[in-house]
C-alpha cells in the first residue's frame, strides 16, 4: 500500500496507460482522480476501479483547456486535502491521434491544426498541469509530477511529437525538478519505446524483439511515484526494449 493516503491525478486514464496507472495506484492506496476528456469511458472505468474496493473519481477534463485543468487540481485539493501525485499520460503521436491523411503524416505538408492539438495536448497540458499543481506540492511540502515522453523525443522521431516529447521530459522535468526540490517536491519523466496498448506496435523493432506489456512502463511510474524513489528527481527515464541502440547502429 505505497500510496496509502495520497491523492493522484492521472491524465489520459480513460484507456491504455493512464487507466492501468489509475488501477495500480487505486490498488496501493491510493484516491485517483481520473482525467480525461473520453466521458463515457471514464466512468466506466472508474466505477469498475470502486467495485474492486478502490477510490477512483472520473474527473471529465480536456487538457486542451486551462480552465478545465486547473478545476480538476482544486476539486482534488479540495474534496482530499493535498494532491500529491500528478502523472502526464494524455498524448499521442498527432497524425495518428487527429486521423490525419497519409499526407498529414509528412511534416511539410502536416495540417496545422494536427500541429496544434500536439503541442496543446502533448506539450502544453504537462506544462499547466505542473502550474496548478506545483503551488500546493510546494505549500505541502511533498509532491511528485511525471511526465509521460517518448523514445521518439530521444531519436527524433515526428517533427512535431519528438520536440513536444522531449520538451516534457527535458527542460520542464529539469525546471520543476529544481523549483519542487528545496520543498520536497520531485518531477521525473519515462520516455516508453513501442507499447502493447495497440497491437500495431509489435510491429516496431526492438533490440529485445518485442513490444512492451503496459505494465512493464506503468511499473516504473508507480516506482517514481513512490517513496522508493525519494532520492530521484529531474531525470528522464528511457525503457525502451533496446529500440534506442538499434537507432544508433
Ligand atoms: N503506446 C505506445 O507505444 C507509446 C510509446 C511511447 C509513448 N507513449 C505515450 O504514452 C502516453 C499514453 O499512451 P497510450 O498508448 O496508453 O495512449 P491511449 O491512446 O491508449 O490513451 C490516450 C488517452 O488520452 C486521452 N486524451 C486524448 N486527448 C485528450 C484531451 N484533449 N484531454 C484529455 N484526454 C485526452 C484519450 O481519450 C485516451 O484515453 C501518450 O502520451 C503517448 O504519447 C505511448
Known amino acids: ?6 491523492c493522484a491525478i492521472v491524465t489520459g486514464a480513460a484507456s491504455g496507460m493512464g487507466l492501468l496507472a489509475s488501477q495500480m495506484l487505486a490498488e496501493e492506496g491510493a484516491k485517483v482522480y481520473m ?16 467495485q474492486k474496493g478502490g477510490a477512483a473519481v472520473p474527473a471529465v477534463c480536456d487538457v486542451r483547456e486551462w480552465d478545465q485543468i486547473r478545476d480538476t487540481v482544486e476539486r482534488a485539493v479540495r474534496e482530499s486535502g493535498s494532491i500529491d501525485i500528478v502523472i502526464n499520460f494524455a ?8 486521423k490525419a491523411s497519409p499526407e498529414g503524416h509528412y511534416f511539410p505538408t502536416e495540417p496545422l491544426d494536427v500541429i496544434d492539438w500536439g503541442i496543446d495536448v502533448n506539450f502544453r497540458a504537462p506544462m499547466l498541469f505542473a502550474r ?4 500546493h506540492m510546494i505549500a505541502q511540502k511533498r509532491g511528485v509530477i511525471i511526465n509521460i515522453g517518448s523514445i521518439d523525443g530521444w531519436t527524433g522521431g515526428g517533427v512535431d511529437y519528438a520536440a513536444e516529447k522531449s520538451g516534457i521530459t527535458g527542460g520542464l522535468t529539469k525546471a520543476l525538478a529544481r523549483i519542487g526540490a528545496p520543498h520536497g517536491v520531485r518531477c521525473c519523466a519515462v520516455s516508453p519505446g513501442p507499447v502493447l496498448t495497440r497491437a500495431a506496435m509489435s510491429n516496431m523493432k526492438t533490440a529485445l524483439g518485442r513490444a512492451a506489456e503496459p505494465k512493464e512502463i506503468v511499473s516504473l511510474v508507480m516506482y517514481l511515484c513512490s517513496d522508493d524513489a525519494a532520492f530521484v528527481t529531474g531525470t528522464d527515464y528511457l525503457i525502451d526494449g533496446g529500440r534506442l541502440l538499434l537507432n544508433n547502429q
Open 35 to 50: 482525467a480525461d476528456i473520453n466521458a463515457e469511458a471514464l466512468k466506466a472505468r472508474a466505477e469498475e476501479i470502486c
Open 132 to 135: 496548478a499543481a506545483m503551488g
Open 1 to 6: 500500500m505505497r500510496f496509502e493516503n495520497r
Open 91 to 98: 498524448g499521442g503521436f498527432p497524425p495518428r491521434m487527429c
